[in-house]
């Protein structure tokens, strides 16, 4: 009878303890998820927050250059002077050279230039100067409408629409990847020229490269039309981020596009599950953070081994338990 007993009460009490700790396991879980949810969460938000700082910082600086480098241009140059003297110009450019120099410098800038259009003043070349190495170099003049460059993005679009960002480009005379911002020059109704200055394009990717979410989660900058301009893979750069793979980030996309200026996107790709963060720039680029999840739950491991440890403990104390009552 007594052994009857003991048997029941020790089954009784391994299967409380057992249940008790899968009870105690199953709530200590879900918090942990939830705390790493949320501390991801907080931590995509602060790299995008940090990182598209830094970016609009360097495109404001860029933009407000080059409004005043043309409004260097345009309260000082006599147009009705210089449109048919190509000496008038080339006097002109020596004139404010020191001026455009150092508008440059203080703005920290490595590159401010206007580029004068040849249908409107005669042989008029360009005023450009970039930052080589330790110093700043004047560029040799060009005739825009000569050498084929008044096809480019950035002259068109600026004389088109009013200013430009260019996507990312090769510059052979400064040997950089660079990236445009240009704004045509009016004087009265006639166009003469556009000025702007560059965001040097290695520089952004040396810093983006530098962020790592947990251990190779990466960010990624698109361009408004959804071309990426920047990814931990250099294969990326160039191609559609709504295309890419038979459209597999097509539902991301109209996410995004319907969304607010920044958002957490959770969503499944090829059946395993995602998460996106996205930052909206003001010039209409995207900032996206993504990490990996299994690599968000990396620490979930070390606590199921403690689990496993506590849970071990629980059944091995309702053993001993069991058989002292027994006794």
């Not at 709530?27 to 969460?41: R, W």
């Not at 559609?240 to 958002?263: P, Q, T």
């Not at 599950?273 to 930052?279: L, V």
């Amino acid at each position: 009878m007594m052994n009857t007993m003991s048997k029941k009460m020790y089954v009784a009490l391994l299967t409380i303890c057992i249940l008790s700790a899968v009870v105690i396991t199953f709530l200590f879980y879900a918090q942990a998820i939830a705390v790493i949810d949320k501390t991801s969460e907080e931590k995509m938000t602060s790299i995008l927050n940090s990182t598209s700082m830094m970016i609009e910082d360097k495109i404001k600086n860029t933009e407000l250059l080059s409004h005043e480098l043309i409004n260097i241009i345009t309260a000082t140059i006599d147009y009705e002077n210089i449109k048919n003297d190509p000496i008038a110009i080339a006097e002109y450019k020596d004139d404010i050279s020191d001026l455009f120099l150092n508008t440059i410098q203080v703005f920290n800038a490595k590159s401010g230039w206007v580029v004068f259009d040849s249908n409107s003043i005669e042989r008029p070349g360009i005023l450009s100067y970039a930052k080589i190495k330790e110093g700043y170099v004047r560029e040799k003049d060009y005739d825009i409408r000569k050498n084929g460059l008044d096809e480019s993005d950035w002259w068109t679009n600026a004389e088109m629409n009013g200013s430009s960002w260019s996507d990312p480009y090769y510059w052979t005379p400064w040997d950089a990847t660079i990236i445009s911002y240009s704004q045509k020059i009016m004087i009265g109704d006639t166009f003469i020229g556009v000025g702007g200055s560059e965001l040097f394009f290695d520089d952004i990717s040396k810093e983006l490269r530098q962020i790592k979410i947990y251990d190779t989660g990466h960010v990624t900058l698109l361009n408004e039309k959804y071309e990426v301009l920047f990814d931990a893979d250099p294969n990326m750069v160039g191609l559609s981020y709504i295309s890419y793979d038979n459209n597999l980030h097509e539902n991301c996309v109209r996410i995004i596009e319907a969304g607010s200026n920044f958002g957490i996107i959770k969503y499944k790709e090829a059946q395993k599950e995602k998460i996106t963060a996205y930052q909206k720039l003001n010039n209409g680029w995207i900032l996206l953070a993504t990490p990996k999840k299994h690599e968000m739950y990396g620490d979930l491991n070390k606590l199921n081994f403690v689990l496993l440890i506590v849970f071990i403990i629980i059944i091995a104390l309702a053993q001993t338990y069991s058989r002292f009552l027994s006794k």
